[in-house]
């Protein structure tokens, strides 16, 4: 919506779709639950009683604690709100330098939608702390392949920098100054450095806290029995190292809400935890990534392997074949697969993603993916023998250096 390129009305559930399966909605705000009476009680004074109660507060954005963060054309993106406002603002103002801070894939997707829209002439800058973008998702070894796609599009990336101050008055911002005391102009600021989850509304019910949210079981009850929670509120833990982690993304968020309704209906099935499945697509390259990272699964206690292999999206006789690679990250004591990441020219490959998400919850090692059979076809995947995941079971476990 931000570029232009989607309306607000299609990116939101239409008030009919729950009147149509029978499901009232009432919009209000929440402000207090009563636990003891099992009460919810809204802002015009309305009590609603419940039997459950799921709480799906969300998230809301992080904003650094530097002084301009409050001036007029500093942004954060993370609600229907905030992309109306950020439209608008382009609109009217017609900025001709934009500054995002952080290189997440919500700076990096805007950034590179932007290229496509009406302001497709402005100047983009992106400062990230860190080395490489993206570094949650990727291994420098792949970043440094995204900044220098993003830098060929046109796109300033400045690593390795930190915003202290935002400069500006109450007429509007006119740059940020860095802890090296360089100053970058700036008609527009973007702040997108993470999100924290929404919890006023279940601390007034008393539940129990984690380390990134609300503190949930395998079935996602609070410690409350009659209180359930899901989405980027509650104190997700990862499937790989069982510890608490602050993965907030849309696809977890939909599948905890079926997965709540299924408890709710009287299932046990136990929640596996999450991977932190997710793709991007900036400009004509797409990136995906799941579970740890090389450097992630050092900092865990792994003792990672990994191969990096290098395929094409269709067999090389045909015509439109594009490149595309995959690295894939193993546990020597185990030889489970721990973590994928893929950069592709093509759309389809990044897909393949979800094949490694699988294989991980699978808990597949490099021997099992040596046996792994894909589909293929000419027309829609490289050459069985060049496909990549079994590719890189086998370098593993040449790596690995014995039979298992």
């Known amino acids: 919506m931000v570029a232009g390129q989607a309306a607000g009305e299609s990116i939101v559930n239409p008030d009919r ?30 009590q609603l009683a419940y039997d459950k109660l799921v709480l799906a507060m969300g998230s809301k954005p992080i904003i650094p604690p530097i002084p301009g963060n409050d001036l007029p054309g500093v942004f954060t993106l993370r609600t229907l709100r905030d992309a109306e406002n950020i439209r ?22 805007t950034s590179t939608l932007l290229l496509d829209s009406d302001l497709r002439d402005c100047e983009i800058e992106v400062i990230e702390y860190l080395n ?27 690593m390795g920098q930190k915003v202290d101050r935002i400069l ?43 380390k ?32 608490p982690v602050p993965i907030q993304l849309r696809g977890p968020a939909v599948i905890q809400g079926r997965f709540l309704a299924k408890r709710l209906a009287g299932y046990d099935i136990p929640f596996p935890g999450l991977l932190g499945n997710s793709v991007v697509k900036l400009a004509d390259k797409y990136v995906a990534a799941t579970g740890l990272t ?5 900092q865990e206690g792994f003792e990672p392997v990994c191969a990096t292999v290098q395929s094409r999206s269709k067999h090389g006789m045909i015509q439109g074949v594009q490149p595309w690679s995959i690295k894939l990250v193993f546990d020597q004591a185990s030889g489970k697969l721990l973590g994928g990441q893929i950069v592709s020219d093509s759309e389809s490959p990044a897909k393949e993603i979800d094949t490694v998400n699988a294989l991980i919850l699978g808990e597949k090692t490099a021997p099992d993916l040596t046996t792994l059979m894909c589909a293929g076809n000419p027309d829609c995947s490289s050459e ?13 476990l040449q790596k690995m250096g014995h039979s298992r």
């Open 294 to 298: 090389e450097s992630a699964a050092a």
């Open 17 to 46: 779709m729950f009147e149509d399966n029978g499901i009232e909605l009432i919009k209000d705000r929440a402000r207090e639950i009563d636990s003891d009476q099992k009460l919810v009680l809204l802002s015009d004074g309305t």
């Open 384 to 396: 069985p023998s060049l496909e990549p995941i079994s590719l890189a079971g086998e370098q593993v």
């Open 88 to 109: 608008r603002f382009l609109g009217e103002q017609r900025p001709r330098k934009l500054v995002l801070v952080g290189s997440g894939f919500i700076s990096l997707e």
């Open 132 to 158: 490489e973008p993206l570094p949650l998702m990727l291994d420098s070894e792949l970043g440094e392949r995204v900044r220098e796609h993003l830098q060929e599009k046109g796109i300033s990336m400045r």
């Open 168 to 210: 500006g008055d109450e007429h509007g911002v006119s740059g940020v100054e860095l802890s090296t005391g360089e100053s970058v102009p700036a008609d527009m600021v973007f702040l997108n450095v993470g999100a924290k989850p929404d919890l006023d509304l279940a601390q007034t019910a008393g539940l129990e806290m984690g």
């Open 212 to 243: 990134f949210g609300v503190e949930v079981n395998q079935f996602l009850e609070t410690s409350d029995p009659d209180i359930l929670a899901g989405g980027d509120c509650i104190n997700n833990v990862h499937f790989l190292t069982g510890k």
